[in-house]
């Protein structure tokens, strides 16, 4: 029997946890479903590490934020065979990885969350149900009633009533179920005046998913995979604006669009302690190994591992033949199927047509690794989604906002109702509409309130990719730490509003109404405005 919630929560990603965390910490009532059995989203079931900014280890997240990276450290120098000089490390980065100072494996993100949660579950306040998925919702009187939820392997449906209710989908499933306005793809450039907009709006032109997977490499050994159906076909693909063939080392370099050759070094004999992942100064994504990887077999004792764990999210497996979202479910369960034939056909072509540096080709001793994702066949749970629907909120992020280009190194919009801070290039990925990489620089930014309310519901919060962002600006908000921010902000909101008896529109638009919510917001570690840095 599912108990009453003051506030359900559809969707237990980042965001989604998140918002648990501040809504039960307030002392509400929460029910928090997840469609995968694992939470934690980008972070976990997704397999992404962390995208951050070059702060990250001084400010620009909230505390609870911080508490999770802290909690995966520990994780690591608690349980892991880590040698002296590793172990000593503050700013410990697990798996040496360049695109983050903090590269680690999924479940050591999912033990942490879990742990955080547990406190709210063993006194009642949280019920968790995973392997549920949103079919239906109630609404009327611009408030929705309730949700109905399936379970994804028996079917078995359950309807969860609640005063509150929170979108952290992915995709944006319950704006919608419920009737809540909202807009998918790219806007017209006439709408905001947004350089990179496209002349029309494009609905269907969204942002490429990736389905990642982790590789260790055992030299001498084979792990050749059987070929993937799709093979031939994506063996011989070649975009119009790419350098050559998908399947290939060569691709566009995201912010100058030249062609750049990635390399491709398992196991190097780099000491990892000697690697720095700072974005603002080097992208890090050149060398694929070392971009993503998971677990740095010389941050340990000698021989406690045999290899590295590297995760491929990289320009080869990006998938954007058909979009995920507005064309129907069969589409977007075809382009999910599509991107794990792409991701399986990669790691096939690595171990068997890849060029090598000693002239030779194929990989044959890569090893995918299921136990790392909690498959059978070493891919992801999920694919990691870049692009959902975003409602009509009462305030929308535009390019005008934060591109560097356009207010300078230092400018950025400063909102009266910031909730939140975040930063990070306007990174928008090969899109279904055939565009190529968008990588603008931008500045460190704010999350405005207003950007979490919707023009008309009254009781329904977005917690991460669907608040009022653009097709262009969802670029840099989409990122893990501000998806938790935005999910913290809207569980503290939701509690807030039950509690003072308020509705979110009234916070956001009363001067009064607003000092006294961003007075809990300071009060638990949520920043909300930056001190004097410049953007990349």
């Not at 050559?244 to 030249?258: C, I, K």
């Not at 608040?467 to 509690?495: K, Q, S």
């Not at 607003?514 to 920043?527: I, N, S």
Request: some cysteine.
């Amino acid at each position: 029997m599912i108990p009453k919630a003051d506030i359900l929560i559809v969707g237990g990603g980042l965001g989604g946890v998140a918002a648990a965390l501040a809504a039960c910490r307030a002392g509400r009532t929460v029910v928090l479903t997840e469609e995968t059995d694992w939470l934690g989203g980008q972070l976990t079931s997704q397999a992404v590490p962390p995208d951050d900014h070059p702060w990250v280890e001084q400010f620009g997240t909230t505390a609870s934020y911080r508490q999770l990276r802290e909690g995966i450290r520990q994780f690591y120098r608690q349980w892991y065979p880590l040698r002296s000089e590793a172990l000593a490390l503050t700013d410990l980065n697990p798996g040496a990885g360049r695109v983050s100072k903090l590269c680690h494996e999924p479940r050591v993100a999912l033990a942490v969350i879990e742990a955080m949660l547990a406190p709210h579950r063993a006194a009642g306040r949280l019920t968790v149900l995973t392997d549920h998925r949103p079919v239906a919702a109630e609404a009327d009187n611009d408030v929705v009633r309730s949700v109905t939820l399936e379970h994804r392997h028996d079917g078995r449906q359950v309807t969860v009533p609640a005063r509150y209710v929170i979108d952290a989908t992915e995709t944006g499933e319950l704006l919608e179920l419920a009737g809540v306005e909202h807009v998918i793809g790219a806007e017209a450039r006439s709408e905001y005046d947004e350089p990179h907009a496209p002349d029309q709006a494009q609905p269907l032109n969204q942002q490429g998913i990736t389905v990642c997977f982790a590789l260790s490499h055992h030299e001498g050994e084979d792990h050749t995979v059987d070929r993937p159906a799709d093979y031939g076909f994506w063996r011989e693909y070649k975009p119009d604006f790419w350098p050559g063939p998908l399947l290939g080392f060569e691709a566009p370099d995201p912010r100058s669009l030249e062609s750049v050759p990635r390399t491709f070094e398992p196991n190097p004999d780099l000491d990892p302690l000697a690697v720095s992942a700072d974005q603002s100064a080097d992208a890090g994504d050149k060398e694929l190994w070392g971009f993503r990887r998971i677990l740095a077999r010389k941050l340990h004792r000698p021989g406690a591992f045999d290899s590295d764990i590297t995760l491929a999210n990289w320009p080869l497996n990006d998938y954007w033949l058909k979009p995920l979202v507005g064309a129907g479910a069969r589409t977007g369960a075809e382009a999910v199927a599509g991107a794990r034939q792409l991701s399986l056909s990669v790691l096939y072509w690595l171990q068997t047509e890849a060029p090598r540096q000693d002239g030779g080709t194929g990989f044959p001793g890569l090893r995918p690794r299921p136990d790392v994702t909690g498959t059978p066949d070493g891919l992801a749970k999920a694919a990691y989604v870049r692009e959902s629907r975003r409602i009509q909120a009462v305030t929308t992020v535009t390019e005008h906002d934060v591109a560097i280009d356009l207010v300078g190194p230092y400018g950025g919009t400063k909102y009266r109702d910031s909730v939140g801070v975040g930063n990070y290039r306007i990174d928008l990925h090969p899109s279904t509409g055939g565009d190529n990489y968008i990588d603008i620089g931008s500045v460190p930014f704010e999350i405005p309130l207003g950007a979490l309310v919707p023009r008309r519901v009254r009781n329904l919060l977005p917690a991460g990719k669907n608040i009022g962002t653009t097709h262009i600006t969802n670029g840099c908000y989409r990122l893990h730490p501000v998806e938790w921010n935005i999910g913290e902000v809207a569980g503290a909101l939701a509690a807030h509003c039950l509690a003072e008896d308020v509705e979110p529109h009234q916070v956001q638009a009363e001067d009064k109404r607003f000092e006294e919510f961003a007075r809990g917001l300071d009060r638990d570690g949520v920043q909300r405005h930056w001190p004097d840095v410049r953007g990349y």
